[in-house]
């Protein structure tokens, strides 16, 4: 299955903690054609990696990321409810981890070594805005990456359409993707009008109404369900004609659509 895209989610969030800079070189290693990953902006305006709202489930520090300034955030230890290997490990910078991923002509050096041959070589981006996020905060998160030269491997994308839509009017030539938590009648309009190239909804709704795949398909748009963890699961989304799957496994992932 070479054309399938095979997305890790948060990083290789199976084998390193989530959003962190060890999951996201996981990642590649494992051979992702996309690593996916989430950004917040702290309190003083800078753009950080992390899913939740708060900084509770993945670090040893509690609040709002919204709430705590860089400093407070990058005082947390983000690796020791993982693992105790990852004691330490500190949520990153959206510019660290856009530096780990930079392509090997990118002014700064990639941090990654190379990863196995014949897979992934450079992996796409699929950075997920997490709202709240105003017009200048989008703006600086795309500025940081159009820095890196990552804007044509990057794909931009939100569960709120409205975040969605901010970033076209920021940047109308970035590639933009729509999450969904169901499919419901509107999605395929609602997706076309925000002009994604993505509609990413749960596997479940997928397994359920595997022909909406090609209703998007019909308006252009690809599917990428998530959380795809179940490898039973794997053939049957396949067969409805994602364009890729979101998976915490990503080695696993790539075992499975790589062989003979």
């Known amino acids: 299955m070479p ?5 890790a989610h948060r990083g290789y969030s199976a084998v390193a903690p989530e959003n962190t800079l060890p999951a996201l070189a996981s990642a590649v290693l494992a051979g992702a054609t996309f690593v996916e990953f989430d950004v917040r902006t702290t309190a003083d305006g800078v ?7 708060t900084v509770d489930r993945t670090t ?4 709002y990321v919204w709430d705590l300034t860089l400093d407070e955030v990058r005082a947390l230890d983000a690796g020791s409810w993982f693992s105790p290997g990852y004691a330490g490990v500190r949520v990153p910078l959206l510019g660290e981890a856009l530096d780990l991923l930079a392509p090997p002509d990118a002014d700064t050096p990639p941090a990654v070594v190379a990863p196995v041959p014949g897979l992934a ?3 796409q981006l699929l950075l997920e805005i997490k709202p709240p996020a105003d017009l200048e905060q989008v703006k600086r998160i795309l ?11 990057t794909v931009v994308q939100s569960f709120d359409p409205q975040v969605v839509a901010v970033v076209r009017e920021a940047l109308p030539e970035v590639r933009r993707g729509l999450l969904r938590m169901a499919l419901v009648d509107d999605t395929v309009a609602l997706a076309a009008d925000l002009g994604v190239v993505f509609c990413n909804p749960p596997v479940r709704d997928v397994l359920a109404d595997p022909d909406a795949v ?3 398909a019909d ?8 959380t795809a963890n179940d490898l039973a699961h794997w053939p049957a989304l396949v067969g409805a004609g994602v364009a890729g799957l979101i998976s915490d496994r990503a080695g696993e992932l790539t075992g499975w659509a790589t062989r003979g």
């Open 143 to 153: 500025a940081q990456v159009a820095e890196r030269g990552l804007l044509d491997r």
């Open 3 to 7: 054309g399938l895209h095979r997305v």
């Open 121 to 123: 070589g450079e992996p």
């Open 60 to 63: 040893d520090g509690t609040g």
């Open 47 to 53: 753009p950080v990696v992390i899913h939740d709202r």
């Open 219 to 226: 308006a252009g748009i690809g599917v990428m369900p998530w």
């Open 214 to 216: 090609a209703r998007f």
